[in-house]
């Protein structure tokens, strides 16, 4: 008998120890399984990134989903309670499956005959949400299970109920509470009460259906089912949940749009940037709640797009022209605004980027500059106009659009009037790669080698953003600024992950970068780019391509140009060219709208002159030779008896044109002389029995060129003293 007990406890221990082997090993079987099917990289929920400019003011959202993660810390205790009164009241007597909620589930589905109630635990319900198909399946259950167990041995229950709560979706394109409490009731979480914390848990179960904005009695009535569910469970008390009952529901949402439509091309820019200079993908910054900081001018932005869909700035009534504008922080290249195009969309056809034929807005890149810096020419030096044809370069004959030709001009003139020849004449002088090698410093390097590199004729064009960067040089003292979108960008927990440095490089120097100004604001104001009407102290240049099959048409219109705060560019044209679909108008449309756009009231109206840079000379305005027609000679007496021959004429206006005077004798003449700004000349001791004629010629002491002799004098007695 002894021996029959001492068998049964034996298999009772064997019984006891292989029940408690088989359910440790099943234990740690789940939680092996569970940690294989947890991938923790899913527990990093998507976050919105916001779009601020740099005085912190929201411009707009980046998301895939629209959530921004928050501590369980700030959410009010009611907030939490109302979720777990609805979800899950055991939430923290349970490890992740509560085995009283499922027989109960179990047995009210067996009563009922079909599935009335679900046995999930919240965590239970995170695992579904995060990690698993929306399948009914056995194995689908098992996994929930097998992750929730996994859940709980590796986190507590505050960072679980926090996943919950950053992760749930509560209709109309909002995810987890921050969001939700914003969308529902404008308001960060930390503000709800309790009605508001009971509406919000009312909601995931059916977000369209328990939406106030879908049915506002729906969602009461839910809501208070809620609020009771609190009570029953002792998280308020029946006085507060008749008082939170009494509350109404708005139906209004507080939806944000994610952005104005005016930000599209900005927006896609900083896209862009964020993948070539800081290396984060695109999906990195809609989903990684960073707060990143825009360089932009908002109001600028807006105002321009404005000013593109403004039928009334284009030519003719052709609403498919296209246009793309830029505009620059001198000093540092920040954007201010960009618009790819008028009716831009995201992730489109962004026009500020596509190159362009740039026309006469190249010559001071691809000639007047190189020629400064070469210090072998000033803005007053004479460059030859006339018609040449170059044998060199393929018999290549520009010719100037008015057909005329002037023999010699200054490099200024030239700007001013946009002469073809004596640029082309020019960069001949000069050389094609010196102009080409500075050019490509203030762009980018390109392929073409001939002559109508002058004339901004490249197989590949320039886009508006390059030309904008470019002209930053003339604007900037002579520093190259290089354009960017992003100044900084902040991680969620507000730590600098990328801070924006400037990477500008000096090309000119001040003096030269001042001449090009002076220059360029000559164009505005007595050249090719007059169109339109502005306050601003403006420098630019206009462009027109044109198209060859249609006489009259055009391809491409410029405007490049800069006040002293911003440089800008502006294109119109179309994005194909054909002999039914051509630019009707020139450079003088989107001259105009340039101006418009400065003319906007939220633009600095301070902006009336350029100022000079300390140590640098300035452009004296350019001295005009007049005319002398009336030259008199008179045979004076003065002094101790000495004859003298005194010369009169009508002076010009302009005091720094000086008089060269020739004595002429016979068919020679020599120079006895000269006077600065004065209308008379005395020539002392003339020999009264051997007098000679005279005549005076203007020479213009800025390009070393003399004009028109005058009339001849004779000398005549004009008095005696």
Request: no cysteine; hydrophobic share 35%; proline share 4%.
């Given at each position: 008998?002894?021996?029959?007990?001492?068998?049964?406890?034996?298999?009772?221990?064997?019984?006891?120890?292989?029940?408690?082997v088989i359910a440790v090993g099943s234990y740690a079987v789940a939680l092996i399984a569970g940690s294989?099917?947890?991938?923790?990289?899913?527990?990093?929920?998507?976050?919105?990134?916001?779009?601020?400019?740099?005085?912190g003011e929201e411009l707009g959202r980046l998301f895939t989903e629209d959530r921004e993660n928050i501590?369980?810390?700030?959410?009010?205790?009611?907030?939490?309670?109302?979720?777990?009164?609805?979800?899950?009241?055991?939430?923290?007597?349970?490890?992740?499956?509560?085995?009283?909620?499922?027989?109960?589930?179990?047995?009210?589905?067996?009563?009922?005959?079909?599935?009335?109630?679900?046995?999930?635990?919240?965590?239970?319900?995170?695992?579904?949400?995060?990690?698993?198909?929306?399948?009914?399946?056995?194995?689908?259950?098992?996994?929930?299970?097998?992750?929730?167990?996994?859940?709980?041995?590796?986190?507590?229950?505050?960072?679980?109920?926090?996943?919950?709560?950053?992760?749930?979706?509560?209709?109309?394109?909002?995810?987890?509470?921050?969001?939700?409490?914003?969308?529902?009731?404008?308001?960060?979480?930390?503000?709800?009460?309790?009605?508001?914390?009971?509406?919000?848990?009312?909601?995931?179960?059916?977000?369209?259906?328990?939406?106030?904005?879908?049915?506002?009695?729906?969602?009461?009535?839910?809501?208070?089912?809620?609020?009771?569910?609190?009570?029953?469970?002792?998280?308020?008390?029946?006085?507060?949940?008749?008082?939170?009952?009494?509350?109404?529901?708005?139906?209004?949402?507080?939806?944000?749009?994610?952005?104005?439509?005016?930000?599209?091309?900005?927006?896609?820019?900083?896209?862009?940037?964020?993948?070539?200079?800081?290396?984060?993908?695109?999906?990195?910054?809609?989903?990684?709640?960073?707060?990143?900081?825009?360089?932009?001018?908002?109001?600028?932005?807006?105002?321009?797009?404005?000013?593109?869909?403004?039928?009334?700035?284009?030519?003719?009534?052709?609403?498919?022209?296209?246009?793309?504008?830029?505009?620059?922080?001198?000093?540092?290249?920040?954007?201010?605004?960009?618009?790819?195009?008028?009716?831009?969309?995201?992730?489109?056809?962004?026009?500020?980027?596509?190159?362009?034929?740039?026309?006469?807005?190249?010559?001071?890149?691809?000639?007047?500059?190189?020629?400064?810096?070469?210090?072998?020419?000033?803005?007053?030096?004479?460059?030859?106009?006339?018609?040449?044809?170059?044998?060199?370069?393929?018999?290549?004959?520009?010719?100037?659009?008015?057909?005329?030709?002037?023999?010699?001009?200054?490099?200024?003139?030239?700007?001013?009037?946009?002469?073809?020849?004596?640029?082309?004449?020019?960069?001949?002088?000069?050389?094609?790669?010196?102009?080409?090698?500075?050019?490509?410093?203030?762009?980018?390097?390109?392929?073409?080698?001939?002559?109508?590199?002058?004339?901004?004729?490249?197989?590949?064009?320039?886009?508006?953003?390059?030309?904008?960067?470019?002209?930053?040089?003339?604007?900037?003292?002579?520093?190259?600024?290089?354009?960017?979108?992003?100044?900084?960008?902040?991680?969620?927990?507000?730590?600098?992950?990328?801070?924006?440095?400037?990477?500008?490089?000096?090309?000119?120097?001040?003096?030269?970068?001042?001449?090009?100004?002076?220059?360029?604001?000559?164009?505005?104001?007595?050249?090719?780019?007059?169109?339109?009407?502005?306050?601003?102290?403006?420098?630019?240049?206009?462009?027109?391509?044109?198209?060859?099959?249609?006489?009259?048409?055009?391809?491409?219109?410029?405007?490049?140009?800069?006040?002293?705060?911003?440089?800008?560019?502006?294109?119109?044209?179309?994005?194909?060219?054909?002999?039914?679909?051509?630019?009707?108008?020139?450079?003088?449309?989107?001259?105009?709208?340039?101006?418009?756009?400065?003319?906007?009231?939220?633009?600095?109206?301070?902006?009336?002159?350029?100022?000079?840079?300390?140590?640098?000379?300035?452009?004296?305005?350019?001295?005009?030779?007049?005319?002398?027609?009336?030259?008199?000679?008179?045979?004076?007496?003065?002094?101790?008896?000495?004859?003298?021959?005194?010369?009169?004429?009508?002076?010009?206006?302009?005091?720094?044109?000086?008089?060269?005077?020739?004595?002429?004798?016979?068919e020679a003449a020599h120079k006895v002389g000269e006077v600065e700004g004065e209308g008379s000349y005395?020539?002392?001791?003339?020999?009264?029995?051997?007098?000679?004629?005279?005549?005076?010629?203007?020479?213009?002491?800025?390009?070393?060129?003399?004009?028109?002799?005058?009339?001849?004098?004779?000398?005549?007695?004009?008095?005696?003293?």
């Open positions: 008998m002894m021996k029959r007990f001492n068998k049964s406890i034996y298999i009772t221990i064997v019984v006891i120890l292989s029940t408690l294989i099917l947890v991938d923790e990289d899913k527990l990093d929920f998507p976050e919105t990134t916001t779009l601020v400019d740099e005085n501590s369980i810390n700030e959410v009010p205790p009611h907030v939490q309670e109302a979720f777990l009164a609805v979800e899950d009241h055991r939430f923290y007597e349970h490890q992740g499956i509560d085995i009283w909620a499922i027989g109960r589930a179990l047995y009210r589905d067996i009563l009922a005959g079909a599935k009335v109630e679900g046995g999930s635990t919240l965590t239970q319900q995170l695992a579904k949400n995060v990690f698993l198909e929306q399948d009914q399946t056995w194995m689908r259950k098992t996994k929930e299970v097998l992750i929730s167990m996994n859940l709980e041995r590796k986190y507590s229950k505050e960072t679980i109920l926090e996943m919950y709560l950053n992760q749930i979706y509560f209709g109309h394109g909002t995810y987890g509470i921050s969001r939700a409490a914003e969308t529902y009731f404008d308001k960060p979480v930390s503000e709800l009460n309790i009605a508001e914390g009971a509406m919000l848990a009312a909601i995931p179960k059916a977000p369209y259906h328990y939406s106030p904005a879908s049915d506002v009695e729906e969602a009461e009535v839910r809501r208070n089912t809620v609020l009771a569910l609190m009570e029953q469970h002792g998280f308020i008390d029946e006085n507060q949940q008749q008082v939170a009952e009494g509350e109404a529901i708005s139906p209004e949402l507080n939806e944000k749009p994610p952005m104005d439509e005016s930000l599209y091309t900005y927006v896609d820019m900083v896209i862009e940037e964020g993948r070539n200079r800081f290396e984060l993908s695109e999906n990195e910054l809609m989903t990684g709640g960073y707060t990143i900081q825009l360089p932009i001018d908002a109001e600028m932005q807006n105002a321009s797009h404005e000013m593109i869909q403004n039928q009334d700035h284009f030519p003719g009534d052709n609403e498919n022209v296209q246009a793309s504008f830029v505009l620059l922080d001198n000093s540092t290249g920040a954007v201010q605004a960009i618009h790819g195009g008028r009716d831009y969309v995201r992730k489109g056809l962004n026009r500020a980027l596509i190159p362009r034929q740039p026309g006469s807005a190249f010559k001071p890149i691809s000639v007047f500059a190189p020629a400064l810096y070469s210090g072998d020419y000033q803005p007053y030096s004479m460059l030859k106009d006339e018609e040449i044809v170059y044998e060199d370069y393929d018999d290549y004959a520009p010719q100037n659009i008015s057909g005329e030709y002037s023999g010699t001009m200054t490099m200024r003139d030239a700007i001013v009037q946009s002469a073809n020849a004596p640029a082309v004449w020019l960069l001949d002088q000069m050389g094609v790669e010196q102009g080409k090698e500075w050019a490509e410093q203030a762009v980018h390097p390109f392929d073409d080698e001939g002559l109508s590199v002058a004339l901004g004729g490249l197989s590949e064009g320039v886009s508006p953003l390059d030309m904008a960067e470019a002209y930053t040089t003339f604007s900037n003292d002579g520093v190259k600024a290089e354009p960017y979108f992003i100044s900084k960008i902040e991680s969620n927990d507000g730590r600098d992950v990328f801070v924006h440095d400037n990477r500008n490089e000096r090309l000119l120097s001040e003096q030269d970068a001042w001449y090009m100004t002076r220059m360029l604001e000559d164009v505005v104001s007595e050249g090719t780019a007059q169109s339109g009407e502005t306050d601003h102290a403006l420098a630019g240049k206009t462009g027109t391509t044109g198209f060859e099959k249609v006489e009259g048409a055009n391809r491409d219109a410029w405007f490049v140009g800069y006040t002293p705060r911003y440089t800008g560019a502006l294109w119109m044209g179309h994005d194909e060219t054909t002999e039914e679909q051509y630019l009707e108008g020139g450079s003088a449309y989107p001259t105009a709208m340039f101006k418009s756009i400065l003319n906007h009231e939220t633009v600095d109206q301070g902006a009336v002159a350029f100022r000079k840079p300390d140590g640098v000379e300035d452009l004296d305005p350019p001295v005009q030779l007049a005319a002398v027609d009336d030259l008199s000679a008179g045979l004076t007496l003065q002094g101790e008896g000495f004859l003298n021959v005194k010369l009169q004429w009508t002076e010009a206006e302009d005091e720094r044109l000086i008089y060269n005077i020739y004595e002429v004798e016979g005395t020539v002392n001791g003339t020999n009264m029995f051997s007098l000679n004629e005279y005549m005076v010629v203007p020479y213009n002491p800025q390009t070393g060129q003399e004009g028109e002799p005058s009339n001849i004098a004779d000398v005549h007695l004009a008095s005696w003293f």
